[in-house]
């Protein structure tokens, strides 16, 4: 087995407020022990920095999310103490790192071991660096479990979004029409993901060409990639939404304008989507969607990916040591694909194996 050390190094989120402000390096972590035979220590290599992760920094309070902590949960990396598993040492694996083990255990992906269940595990596919492939388990089972709707045609609100970029995929394999948003200067991405037809917010709100332009058949799903807070694209969706189609939103994410006006926002949005029919609210079915961690699902998303069908895609990737750049890169909106931190770096195009 590989020497392990008794040590590391970790980003850990020592109070509630912005990365700027809280996240420190620690060069002298413990590296965790696995509890219970199953547990797989992970050699990371690469982790990729999700919304949920730097919003959850800001506002959770210690009683919700108790600090200091490790944060982000997506990771790819080689197994060093496969603990009894079906993995063997040197496996190279990408993992999702479940809430109930980051927050029992306070481990995160900004380190550079973790050992979460064999279950939250899969073999990271051959054709991809462990810096893609550590993109694709939130964001790839999110889209994934959308789908599980059986829709046949679909609205993704936010294509270049992360969740967006893997639902226009996934769908086109499935043999969807999908029509998709995104700013004008990313239409042709978005078309050379696979989308039928093309929005540019910029130029019209979807609300309004959608129902200027109602589709046919109406879509069986719309998607929100973007977690908008304004609900006017829910509001207006009995006109391009079947009777029997969903309305799914990753969101909303009062983010980014001052807490008053996200508060209001916020409650403007869920009357809206609270709001009976009866009394005049939107009659189609809506929720919001948080990934379950399935091991299933990553394994059909690594095979998706080792076949081709799906590419992951990335905007950015930074040093372990410029991790505060990553998030500032990430807040700052606007990114097409993720934003990921090597952990160790890469050498000609593949991660090496570091210290």
């Given at each position: 087995?590989?020497?392990i050390?008794?040590?590391q ?13 809280v996240?420190q390096?620690?060069q ?5 022990t696995p ?13 990729a920095?999700?919304p ?5 920094m ?15 949960v ?6 060093v ?9 040197g496996?190279?694996?990408v993992?999702?790192i ?8 306070h481990q ?5 071991y ?11 596919p ?5 810096s ?10 999110t889209?994934?479990?959308a789908?599980?709707?059986?829709p046949k045609?679909?609205?993704?609100n ?15 394999s ?5 029509v ?13 993901l696979?989308?039928?037809e093309?929005?540019?917010?910029t130029t019209e ?5 959608l129902?200027r332009?109602?589709?046919t058949?109406?879509?069986?799903l ?11 694209l ?16 990753v969101g ?14 916020t ?5 809206a989507?609270l ?6 609210g939107v ?5 919001m ?5 399935r091991q ?5 998303l ?6 081709g ?12 040591n ?14 097409v694909?993720?934003?990921v931190?090597?952990v ?5 195009g593949q991660?090496?194996e570091g210290?």
């Open positions: 087995m590989t020497s050390p008794q040590t190094t970790a980003w850990v989120a020592t109070t509630r407020g912005p990365p700027s402000k996240l390096v620690n002298d972590y413990p590296v965790p509890t219970k035979s199953g547990d797989v220590l992970v050699k990371i290599h690469a982790a920095l999700n949920a992760g730097w919003k959850i800001t506002i959770a309070p210690n009683f919700v999310w108790e600090r200091p902590y490790i944060p982000e997506d990771v790819s990396g080689v197994v103490d496969a603990n009894e598993s079906q993995f063997s040492n496996d190279q694996v993992g999702l479940s809430t109930a083990v980051q927050r029992s255990t995160g992906a900004l380190s550079q973790v050992f979460l269940p064999a279950s939250q595990l899969v073999l990271k051959s054709n991809q660096s462990f893609s492939a550590a993109g694709i388990p939130t964001v790839g089972q889209a994934l479990q789908l599980r709707t059986t045609t679909i609205f993704v936010g294509g270049s979004t992360s969740v967006g970029i893997y639902t226009i995929q996934i769908a086109k499935m043999g969807l029409r999908v998709a948003s995104a700013s004008g200067r990313n239409e042709a991405f978005v078309r050379g696979g989308a039928d093309f929005i540019d917010y709100p979807p609300h309004v060409y129902t332009n109602s589709p058949p109406l879509f069986s719309v998607l929100d990639a973007a977690a908008l807070i304004d609900p006017s829910y509001r207006h969706s009995e006109g391009f939404i079947d009777k029997s189609g969903m309305f799914i939103s909303p994410w009062p983010f980014g304008r001052g807490w008053k006006a996200g508060l209001l926002g409650m403007k949005y869920l009357w989507v709001q009976p029919g009866w009394a005049g009659k189609r079915s809506w929720k969607i948080t990934v379950t961690r299933a699902d990553l394994q059909k690594c095979e998706m990916v080792e076949a069908t799906v590419r992951p895609v990335t905007d950015s990737t930074y040093d372990f410029d991790v505060l750049d990553a998030y500032n890169q990430l807040m700052g909106g606007h990114v694909g993720k934003v931190v090597n160790i770096p890469e050498r000609g991660e090496g210290g």
